[in-house]
């Protein structure tokens, strides 16, 4: 247990620490099905399953990828949506002692061979539509077994009939390859029953992966008490239990969609309403109708919640707790949603939290019934944070801005064949406890209050001063006219980097040089000079991760591509 920490003050009923077990996922997950057999596990499209089915669908599918030869050691690929498919897989490689590579099903050809090959998989599953992909490469790889399925696999007759109308009918027919198996022959099949693999709590079990920004992807290696331990905080944080629904809107791909909405509801015994496709549409209408108690989602999803129609009218009541992460959350944003939520019914504030899947997910978060204004919160029980000064192992003075660093149960084992980075992340400090460091620009408070800048990388210096990208973005959220804002810093020759605003407006503004020169002054009202965006590009839209954050680094590659082709930049970027 940590020695007196700042936060405990603001913990409530949340305990200092948590007592995990000595156990596997596949194992905490059967905890939990022996805790609440009868309560519906997942929710899929209006099919639903209780904890007793879920843990004999697991077990039944590790039978079925035994035969197929996957065992104790080996890797299987995951390249699915969120979906029963991809987490009974999940678990059921889990008891055979596999580990479980998780990647995006849109991922291309070359990014599928890359990943194959990096993970080492043997095996993976995906989807019939996405057999193309994954044939053209694996002779390039060391899988050798593909498992398809369909995205009717547990839909009803008419909802089957519905997606096969719209959308089934497209998908090209899978050829005969001695390589393939069908997920439905697999869960109808006799195999032989397996027993649970001699794995440890302290073994890899999951590798996911950084975003990749700077380069090539890292695998992030991540073990069975990476992931309890991060889903028991969770569920101890927000008390997720039984009775609760959470929406699964965020990829099983991403450490925030199988960390929080699926792996933390398992642990606490909730309902995970599972959401293959996201759209605002999508998601409205599933908070009207399954009226869950938890929401969780990146600051694009609360925007576009904040224009639905459907949302807006929604009975908001069912609602204990929103949360926030993944990138910063606009102002606006936030008020606008708090304002809705009140209006229809509901009481909730929009909290914001903080992770990285080199913790799994989210480790701090808002305390339920505390806000601070901008803060991400507070470390959850057993995790340690600190801000060091850039550079240094040194402790940052309170309220100075500095690295975030984080120790505790959540953090990763590392890189997966990466012991250069590796070194540089993960650093043995004067206290004995190993700290991950994370490259992201934030400070405390005197009460423990961590309050998030930026992501280190996103930082411009502008005429020798530091800029924050989401400051000047709040600001610029503040306009009247601005629907959505991501602000980059530019080359230049004089201020080393100039600031640039990208903006979406709202429609019936007119994108114009007036426009352009009403925003800046808005903006100038707010912020210093060096601060102010010197030029703003109007946009229909912006580019976003596969997460659904706005993608700046895109943004700042086509800038970098425009400047270099009119001969205004020659440098290395």
């Known amino acids: 247990m940590l020695k007196d920490r700042p936060w405990f003050d603001h913990y409530a009923k949340v305990p200092r620490s948590i007592a995990y077990p000595n156990v596997t996922m596949y194992e905490a997950m059967m905890q939990s099905a022996n805790r609440v057999p009868d309560k519906i596990a997942w929710d899929f499209m209006g099919t639903l399953c209780t904890y007793k ?6 077990s039944h599918c590790a039978d079925g990828l035994a035969s197929l030869g996957l065992k104790k050691g080996d890797t299987i690929t995951i390249s699915m949506p969120t979906s029963p498919q991809g987490i009974i897989c999940f678990y ?8 479980a590579s998780m990647i995006h099903p849109l991922s291309t050809e070359t ?6 090959n990096l993970s080492n998989s043997s095996m993976a599953l995906t989807l019939d539509a996405f057999y193309g992909k994954f044939s053209a490469v694996m002779d390039k790889t060391p899988c050798k077994r593909l498992v398809l399925a369909r995205i009717g696999d547990y839909l009803s007759p ?9 959308k089934g009918r497209k998908i090209p027919k899978v050829p005969e390859d001695p390589r393939v198996s069908w997920w439905q022959e697999i869960m109808k099949g006799d195999f032989p029953k397996q027993k649970k693999a001699a794995m440890t709590s302290d073994d890899t079990a999951v590798i996911l992966y950084s975003g990749g920004t700077t380069g090539k992807p890292k695998g992030i290696l991540l073990s069975n008490m990476n992931f309890i331990s991060e889903g028991m905080m969770v569920a101890t944080w927000g008390n997720l239990n039984e009775t609760d629904a959470i929406l699964a809107i965020l990829p099983i791909f ?10 933390a509801a398992f642990m606490g015994g909730a309902k995970s309403i599972l959401v293959p496709q996201f759209t605002p549409e999508i998601v409205a209408k599933l908070i009207r109708t399954k009226k869950p108690t938890f929401i969780i989602g990146v600051p694009t999803l609360y925007a576009a919640l904040n224009k639905n129609k459907d949302f807006i009218r929604a009975d908001l009541a069912c609602l204990k707790a929103a949360f926030c992460g993944a990138d910063t959350l606009p102002k606006v944003v936030k008020e606008d949603f708090e304002a809705i939520v009140r209006a229809r019914g509901g009481n909730v504030k929009l909290l914001e939290g903080y992770g990285l899947t080199e913790a799994v997910t989210a480790i701090m978060a808002m305390p339920l019934g505390t806000y601070r204004p901008n803060s991400v919160g507070v470390p959850f029980p057993d995790m340690d944070a600190k801000i060091v000064l850039q550079n240094t192992l040194e402790e940052a003075p309170i309220g100075e801005d500095g690295e975030i660093c984080l120790s505790g149960p959540a953090v990763m084992q590392g890189y997966l ?4 980075e590796n070194d540089k992340t993960l650093k043995v400090h004067a206290d004995g406890k190993t700290w ?4 992201d620009i934030a400070s405390q408070d005197s009460e423990g209050f961590f309050y998030f800048k930026l992501r280190q990388k996103r930082m411009i210096k502008s005429s020798g001063m530091n800029v924050y990208p989401a400051q000047v973005e709040d600001v610029l959220y503040q306009h009247p006219c601005v629907a959505e804002a991501c602000v980059i810093g530019v080359p230049d020759k004089e201020q080393v980097e100039r600031v640039k605003a990208f903006v979406v407006l709202k429609k019936g503004a007119l994108a114009n040089g007036d426009m352009e020169k009403d925003i800046i002054a808005h903006c100038r009202k707010a912020l210093i000079k060096w601060s102010c965006p010197r030029n703003i590009e109007f946009r229909e839209t912006l580019p976003t991760t596969l997460v659904g954050k706005v993608a700046f680094k895109k943004l700042e590659d086509q800038e970098i591509e425009s400047l270099r082709q009119q001969g205004e930049y020659t440098g290395d970027h």
């Open 417 to 420: 064949n990466q012991k250069e």
């Open 111 to 116: 990014e599928i061979e890359f990943y194959l």
């Open 436 to 439: 991950l460091h994370t490259g």
């Open 158 to 166: 008419v909802k089957q009939f519905g997606f096969w109308l719209t």
């Open 92 to 99: 059921a490689a889990n008891k055979l002692g596999a580990m």
């Open 53 to 58: 089915d879920f843990a004999q669908a697991i």
């Open 254 to 263: 991403h450490g925030f969609g199988l960390g929080v909405c699926v792996n």
